[in-house]
Nanobody, 124 residues
Framework: QVLLVESGGGLVQAGGSLRLSCAAS????????MGWFRQAPGKERESVAG????????YYADSVKGRFTISRDNAKNTVYLQMNTLKPEDTAFYYC?????????????????WGQGTQVTVSS
């Protein structure tokens, strides 16, 4: 089992940046495909970005392409989400998640482990 802990959320003005981190313990992250998801009040959880096990392949929701960058450092057992040019509509609770295998999925129910989440609030 792997324990995931997110950090780096907070309040930022529109146009600003935040970097989320997801640190893992209990098992090496290198065997998991990783994803970042977000959920705003009253909305479904949606995929934001994903990265395969060795970091060679990344995936982004259309709404964040060109603004967000997912990366991973398997030696540090950590996954990151760099968020630039933030918009008020990016306001949500952000979660990292891990799934077995090397195939990305945008479906939240495909993921085996979840962090507790971190709040991102973007003011206009």
């Amino acid at each position: 089992q792997v324990l995931l802990v997110e950090s780096g959320g907070g309040l930022v003005q529109a146009g600003g940046s935040l970097r989320l981190s997801c640190a893992a313990s209990g098992r090496t992250l290198s065997i998991y495909t990783m994803g970042w998801f977000r959920q705003a009040p009253g909305k479904e959880r949606e995929s934001v970005a994903g990265i395969n096990r060795n970091g060679a392949r990344t995936y982004y929701a259309d709404s964040v392409k060109g603004r967000f960058t997912i990366s991973r450092d398997n030696a540090k057992n950590t996954v990151y989400l760099q968020m630039n040019t933030l918009k008020p509509e990016d306001t949500a609770f952000y979660y990292c998640a891990a799934k077995w295998g090397d195939n990305y999925s945008g479906s939240w129910y495909s993921y085996d482990y979840w962090g507790q989440g971190t709040q991102v609030t973007v003011s206009s």
